[in-house]
């Protein structure tokens, strides 16, 4: 098996909006949280989206999510989103994330999500930016 990474964790709050009239955060809005994760550990490392969409015409996509439920989050909970990620080639990682509540370190939800690196107009697989790759070095 591959090293892990360990990033930073991701802290945000249940809002309204995340959840259905009794306060319980709709299941779909982990998706969200998990996603929020990973677009923030890519800006905090200086690896932006909009530069690789725009001028090198390359996305990262995600290619399969398996998440499980344990514990609802309610309306004004704060969650930690605990992420490592693990390479398995240059263009295919997995981000092992995890959704507890920062209150009591109850597991909310746990997820695997597969993110790949395409080039968009092929639809093809490419290797991560350079930055990415020597994350995983140090």
Do not use: W
Not at 23 to 34: I, M, Q, R, S, W
Not at 73 to 101: G, H, P, Y
């Amino acid at each position: 098996m591959n090293p892990r990474f360990r990033p930073k964790d991701f802290h945000c709050r249940v809002f309204v909006e995340d959840t259905d009239f009794q306060g319980v955060v709709y299941h779909a809005n982990y998706l969200k949280y998990l996603e929020r994760a990973r677009s923030q550990f890519l800006i905090e490392n200086n690896l932006s989206q909009t530069n690789a969409m725009l001028k090198d015409n390359e996305s990262y996509v995600v290619k399969s999510i398996n998440l499980s439920y344990f514990h609802p989050a309610k309306l004004e909970d704060e969650l930690i989103v605990c992420t490592e990620i693990e390479l398995f080639s240059k263009a295919r990682a997995i981000f092992f994330q995890s959704v507890l509540n920062s209150k009591n370190d109850t597991l909310i939800c746990k997820g695997e999500v597969e993110v790949c690196y395409i080039q968009n107009d092929s639809g093809k697989p490419k290797s991560f930016p350079l930055g990415l790759i020597k994350l995983f070095q140090n």
